[in-house]
């Protein structure tokens, strides 16, 4: 080991009017000691100001400044970024609006869409997602613009039983495998992606259309199949007789740990069979009521054990005003304003929750010391310090986005 490479880096002390998190760190005033990107204190500020072990370091002041971890978006679409927000047509329904998706996306440059997103994600304090990509390129571009994460690749087809191979050699950590949903991706694509080994997710229990698929093969998405050419009458078998997608889904359910989008039509029974598997959630709020979708049972299934974090889905379904459609904040803004929601379980399921989903380590997106920083950044909220309402409640009540600081 050479003379510079020993020596020991100065410790930046960053001290906040307030620190937050969802891994029990909790402080007003606050600081947190960061070298090479990765905490080394946090806590009280004068516990960590006069941590001797820290000398020689830098400290930095910020007042009226609440320091939080980056946050994790579980469900997005990074490659549909350039077409931008989206009006929902209602009378023609959700198939009405795959339709025209597909023919918007169709000449779409999904690797520039997918870059502009990631970057857009990353400016809002997102630090990891859940990201569902056409190709292998499109989580490639995610990547390397400094998002962590799973980039799922989205499969499709009912009759298909064979995913994609993804070579190890050429970075396939951070890949996972999605089949689309199980109206548009056949029980044989689902057992492939299990037995793959790879992170596994998929849409599910979206819409009361796909119960009715999954319950007796009609509806509308068997109509779009059709008008697809990509139904077969003996497709009918794998579906007719199921109380619900979640039951249909129950025997790949039991076989991993999946990552499942939406899930906006849940029973009782549906959930303990959540709960049972240790199945995530990603609950994307804002996308929920834009198709309207209303009642979701995120808190109840929190209760009875089911992990629940939260996603964006596309910025098509992001409000057309919202200056961070990438973000987190406004879906936990959201929560806090419509039912709400207390701000540390917004917390929990914006960071720790799902950095579960993802199969993060256990410190990501928290201020633990040991944590490594993604991107080498924090957040910064501004709050008044002489408010004695909670920091992370004053965050929520705000219409304000929250800052990237580099550290």
Not at 34 to 58: E, Q, T
Not at 67 to 75: F, I, K, S, T, Y
Not at 96 to 107: D, E, I
Request: glycine share 10%; charged share 20%.
């Amino acid at each position: 080991m050479t003379a510079s490479s020993s020596k020991r880096r100065p410790t930046r002390i960053l001290v906040a009017a307030a620190i937050r998190d969802a891994a029990g760190v909790n402080a007003r005033p606050g600081a947190v000691a960061v070298r090479d990107g990765r905490i080394v204190s946090s806590g009280p500020a004068d516990l960590v100001l006069n941590d001797k072990a820290l000398d020689p370091s830098v400290v930095r002041t910020l007042p009226g400044v609440c320091l939080l971890p980056g946050l994790v978006n579980a469900h997005s679409h990074l490659e549909l970024s350039r077409l931008g927000p989206r009006p929902y047509d209602a009378s023609r329904g959700f198939t009405g609006w795959v339709a025209k998706l597909r023919q918007a996306a169709g000449p779409l440059d999904k690797i520039a869409s997918a870059r502009q997103g990631a970057r857009a994600s990353l400016a809002a304090g997102v630090c990891a997602v859940g990201d569902i990509a056409s190709s292998r390129a499109v989580i490639e571009t995610v990547r390397d613009a400094g998002l962590t994460g799973v980039g799922y690749l989205e499969l499709f087809g009912l009759g298909e039983t064979k995913v994609p191979p993804v070579d190890p050699g050429v970075g396939a950590e951070g890949v996972g495998y999605q089949p689309h949903a199980p109206y548009s991706a056949g029980p044989g694509l689902f057992k492939a992606a299990v037995e793959s080994g790879l992170p596994v997710c998929t849409h599910l229990a979206e819409t009361l259309e796909e119960h009715r698929f999954v319950r007796d093969a009609g509806g509308p998405f068997r109509e779009l199949l059709e008008d697809l050419d990509k139904w077969r009458d003996e497709f009918a078998v794998m579906y007719r007789g199921h109380a619900s997608s979640i039951q249909w889904m129950r025997p790949h359910l039991e076989a991993r740990p999946w990552l499942l989008a939406h899930c906006n039509y849940v029973s009782d029974d549906d959930m303990k069979l959540l709960a049972d598997t240790g199945a995530s959630v990603a609950y994307c709020p804002i996308a929920s009521d834009y198709f309207g979708h209303s009642g979701h049972r995120y808190r109840q299934m929190l209760e009875m054990g089911v992990n629940v974090c939260l996603g964006t889905d596309s910025i098509l379904c992001q409000p057309k005003g919202e200056t961070s459609p990438h973000g987190i904040l406004p879906q936990m803004r959201y929560l806090f304003q419509r039912d709400r929601t207390d701000p540390d379980l917004l917390l929990k399921m914006a960071t720790v929750n799902g950095a579960r989903a993802l199969d993060l380590p256990d410190d990501f997106a928290t201020l633990r010391p040991g944590a490594q920083l993604p991107g080498a950044h924090l957040l910064t909220a501004m709050i008044d310090p002489h408010d004695e309402t909670d920091p992370l409640r004053q965050l929520l009540r705000e219409d304000q986005n929250l800052e990237v600081l580099h550290v």
